[in-house]
Every structure is written in C-alpha cells, then in structure tokens.
C-alpha cells in the first residue's frame, strides 16, 4: 500500500466514525488556523516559539519585566488575527455542528471559530481580543475598546487602575475553571473526539483527548505531521485542516 492509499484509507475510516456518531468533540490547536495565515507556535522557522522568547512574552514574570514589550506584541498579534479569516476547516467544523450535537473545544484564541459560526467554542486559552487586569480585580474587556480609551500602554484596568494585560492563558496559569470544567464533561459525553492541528504537548488541554477515549469515546486525529498523541488515535489523518476536514464532514 503507498501513502496515499493509507491516507485514502485513513480519511475514509475518519469519514465513517463521523457518519455513526452522535455526540462529537472538536479540540483544535493552531494548526486549524494556519491556512488563515496565522502562524503555529512549533513549527519549525515558522512557528512563533521558533521566533519569539516564550519566557518573555507568554508568562505573567515576563510581562512584569518589560509590560509595554508584552502588550504591543499582543497588540500586533491581535491587529494580524483582525485580518484574517476562518479557512475551510473552520467551516466545515461549523457545518458538522449544525448537523450532530458537537462542542468546539480550542487552544486557539484568535476567535476564528467564532467568526465561522461555530456556537459557543470554548477558548480554553483565552481570547486575543481581550483583556483583564493583572492584579486580578475580576475586570474583563475588549482591548481595542481599552486601547482607544486609555492611550498608555500598557493601558490600565478601568476598574481598580493596575495593569491590564491580555486575556490569555501564560505559561505556569491555570486555565479558566469553567471552560476546563465544561471541555471534560463535553469530552467524557462524546462518542468521537477529532483532534486538528495541535502537537499535543501542552498540558492541561492536551489530556482531553485521553479522557474523551478513557470514556470510551473513538479518536481521531487530523494534522500533516506527527503529534504527542498519536497513539491515543483510532485514525491518524496526515494532512493539512482545509483539505481534510471539508472531505471527512461533508
Ligand atoms: P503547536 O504550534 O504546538 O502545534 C501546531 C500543530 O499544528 C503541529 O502539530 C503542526 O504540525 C500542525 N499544523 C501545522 N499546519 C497545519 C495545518 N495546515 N493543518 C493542520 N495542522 C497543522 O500549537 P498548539 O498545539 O495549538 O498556548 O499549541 C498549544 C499551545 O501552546 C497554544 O495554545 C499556545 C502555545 O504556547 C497559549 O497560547 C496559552
């Protein structure tokens, strides 16, 4: 068999556990975004953690550091996100969700889900067009609304006057507990778990899909390379989001 049978096979055997099941999680990571033009985080020379110092710009201490280096890359990241659009991939994810009862669980928070009609994802890592205060006062806002009514930068909490800071998950945080809360329940409730485009190696939201398989529910997952959790999968997909998902869903 050459590899395109095998991948001919695979998106077959993907197609069907799709046809038979009735309640399906999606959990994507940045792959899902990357044909919109929003570059991954791993992947090599492209991705941002190839790029950019992650001790740096994706930890609370990093931010203390140097809090105006922090927001304008968060800002430029946000401005980029703005521009794009959802690809193919998340269409189709949209489409499945208007035909069987699917939960949309991301890593991502560019938003792009949303965009594509997708209802209710849950942002595990929080969302890019937000912002909270750093010192914790519970306040939450659009950044660009913040942005425009405060011109330091950072901008401060319009609330108690600390910092804000992006509402996104930083390396050494928890995640949000009831978006974590409602991804495991929609996981251990599903019959198949599709995984799209992530390397699986960030913890908490990479065990997901072991505990949506833990609960007896298929897996399948969908991304051109080799992920932390392949072995984990029924079906491993090689390929990339906008060219596989269309095909699987439809
Ligand atoms: P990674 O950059 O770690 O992994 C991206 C995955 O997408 C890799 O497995 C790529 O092979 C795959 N990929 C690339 N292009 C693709 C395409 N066109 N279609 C499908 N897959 C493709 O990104 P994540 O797994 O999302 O954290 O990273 C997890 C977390 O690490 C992120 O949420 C972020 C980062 O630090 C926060 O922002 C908190």
Redesign the pocket.
């Known amino acids: 068999m050459n590899a395109s049978d095998a991948d001919r096979d695979a998106l077959a055997a993907a197609r069907a556990l799709v046809a038979d099941a009735a309640r399906i999680v999606v959990f994507?990571?940045?792959?899902?975004s990357?044909?919109s033009g929003i570059p991954?985080?791993?992947?090599a020379l492209t991705?941002?953690?190839a790029r950019f110092q992650?001790e740096r710009l994706?930890t609370e201490e990093g931010f203390v550091a140097d809090p105006p280096l922090v927001w304008r890359w968060y800002a430029s990241r946000r401005e980029a996100v703005r521009s794009c659009q959802p690809n193919a991939?998340h269409d189709a994810i949209t489409r499945l969700q208007r035909r069987i009862a699917t939960t949309v669980v991301t890593?991502?928070?560019d938003g792009l889900h949303r965009r594509a009609g997708t209802v209710d994802p849950i942002e595990?890592?929080?969302n890019i067009a937000r912002a909270k205060c750093l010192a914790g006062c519970g306040w939450t806002g659009d950044a660009s609304a913040l942005e425009a009514a405060d011109t330091r930068i950072p901008p401060h909490c319009p609330v108690c006057g600390a910092f804000a800071r992006p509402d996104?998950?930083?390396?050494g945080?928890m995640l949000p507990p009831d978006p974590w809360a409602c991804a495991e329940a929609a996981c251990r409730a599903a019959d198949l778990c599709v995984v799209?485009?992530?390397?699986?190696?960030?913890h908490p939201?990479?065990g997901l899909p072991s505990i949506a398989r833990a609960a007896g529910a298929a897996v399948v997952i969908?991304?051109?390379?080799?992920?932390a959790i392949d072995d984990l999968a029924d079906v491993v997909v090689r390929?990339?989001?906008?060219?596989?998902m269309p095909p699987m869903i439809d």
């Open positions: 994507t990571g940045a792959g899902v990357a044909e991954t985080f791993r992947d991705g941002l953690w992650p994706a991939a890593q991502n928070v595990l890592h929080g996104v998950v930083w390396f945080e799209v485009g992530t390397s699986g190696l960030v939201a990479a969908v991304g051109p390379e080799d992920s390929g990339r989001a906008g060219d596989v």
